[in-house]
Each structure stands twice: as structure tokens, then as C-alpha cells.
């Protein structure tokens, strides 16, 4: 795990997962000193490292000077989150495998207060590295669940109660649709769209409208809307 934002966040709500925090070399100031508090308070090990190895341990991501050891994190039971209370939006992920696409998701759904993320398909990004990176620190607050076929997630979640909608383009504007108060929303890979198993377990299709010429939206934008429209409809206290 790298990152200011997603160590602070590991210290502060999984401390027990954390196994050793690196701070690198000339790092100081205030970010430096909350780190180096967190770490004391929960009973962490931290050291000073060189900065190349902060570098190698990021491969290709930012660190800024932090980094972590922690333990994996788990997925949790998907069906669990089919028995929250309404109003309540969860997002249907299917075939996402970029742990960076799966991370800016996971930081919508905190910002928006959602339900939950259900990562669909067999080979599902590991919730670390850059998926923790790319979610800024809003990983713990998130349950997060793997299902090896969204499409029969889909209709288990209309069972439960859920109404199953999926995004696409040409889908009705989301503006003119009468979102429910238990929404699953599914979205696909931003390659492949959403699987045809999953398209048949659906109630309706939603887009957002964008000007011509413009193809499509990235999967974090897009999900950003849609969460957006979903949460003003049903305003938290």
C-alpha cells in the first residue's frame, strides 16, 4: 500500500492489518508527523527508508514518501449487503480487472455514501496496491464483495428487493428515470460493456446524455453521475 492518504487511512480504521509502515528519507512536516503518530498509537513499526526503495515497492504508482505493509484485504459476502436497509445503492462492477478503475469506483461510493461494491467476474483486481492508491484513503470505508457471475448476483438482488439497472450508452436518460430507492447498478469494463448474461438480468438500461462527437465517459465519471443522481433523489439526514 502506498500513498499519504491510504496509509493514514489503514492506520486509522484497519490498524491491525498494518505490519510496517515506511517513511522515506527527508520526509517531514505535518503529513510525516500524523503518520508517525497513527503508527505509535496503534502499536505499528515504522522505519525510515531510502527513497529508491520507496520507488520499488510503488512500481509505477505516486508514494509520496509513504508506504505500508498491510495484510490483504479481504472481499466480504456480497450477499450480505443485499440485506441493507433501504434507501440503498449498490454498484455492480462486471469484468473490471484495472485495480485503478476499480479504486476510483470504490472512492465514489464512499463520497455518495453507497451501499457497496460488487466486483463481478473470475478474475477480480486485489484490494491493495493501486486500487487502495487510486481510492485515497476511502477503501476501509467501503465493503467491497466478489461474485463469480454478476448476472446471477443481479437476480438475487431482485429477489431481496433490488431493482437491477444497468449503464450504457443509447440507455434512457437518467434524468427521466425514476430511480429506485434499492438500486443495483451495474456497469461494465470499459472495453466490453457489460456481459449479455448480465444484460438479460436487468429491469432497464440507463445513460447519461453527452454531446455528439463524444463517445463515451470513463467508468469513474460515469459512475460518479449516476451516484450522484441516485444520492440527490434520496438525501441522507
Known amino acids: 500500500m502506498v500513498g499519504f492518504h491510504a496509509v493514514v487511512a489503514a492506520l486509522e480504521h484497519q490498524p491491525a492489518r498494518v505490519e510496517r509502515v515506511l517513511i522515506a528519507e527527508g520526509t517531514a512536516g505535518g503529513k510525516a508527523r500524523r503518520v508517525l503518530d497513527l503508527s505509535r498509537a496503534a502499536g505499528v513499526r515504522y522505519q525510515s527508508a531510502p527513497r529508491r526503495h520507496l520507488d520499488e515497492v510503488a512500481g509505477s504508482l505516486a508514494h509520496n514518501g509513504f508506504a505500508a505493509r498491510v495484510a490483504p484485504v479481504p472481499f466480504v ?4 449487503m443485499l440485506e441493507l436497509p433501504a434507501p440503498v445503492c449498490l454498484l455492480g462492477l462486471d469484468g473490471i480487472e484495472d485495480g485503478r478503475n476499480l479504486g476510483a469506483v470504490i472512492r465514489v ?6 451501499g457497496g461494491v460488487i466486483v463481478g ?3 477480480p483486481p486485489p484490494l491493495g496496491g493501486a486500487a487502495a492508491k487510486v481510492a485515497a484513503g476511502s477503501l476501509p ?4 464483495g466478489h461474485v463469480g457471475a454478476l448476472g446471477d448476483f443481479a437476480t438475487r438482488a431482485k429477489q431481496a428487493g433490488f431493482w437491477a439497472f444497468g449503464a450504457a ?7 427521466r428515470v425514476d430511480l429506485p430507492d434499492r438500486l443495483l447498478l451495474c456497469l ?3 472495453a466490453g460493456g457489460l456481459r449479455s448474461k448480465t444484460e438479460r438480468a436487468l429491469d432497464g438500461v440507463i445513460g447519461i446524455p453527452i454531446a455528439d462527437g ?8 460515469a459512475t460518479g453521475i449516476l451516484a450522484w443522481e441516485w444520492r440527490k433523489r434520496f438525501a441522507r439526514d
Open 169 to 175: 450508452t443509447g440507455g434512457d436518460s437518467v434524468s
Open 109 to 114: 461510493a464512499a463520497a455518495f455514501g453507497l
Open 141 to 144: 470505508r467501503v465493503p467491497v
Open 121 to 123: 467476474g473470475p478474475h
Open 77 to 80: 459476502d456480497a450477499d450480505e
Open 214 to 221: 463524444v463517445e463515451s465517459l470513463n467508468l469513474a465519471v
Open 188 to 190: 461494465g469494463a470499459e
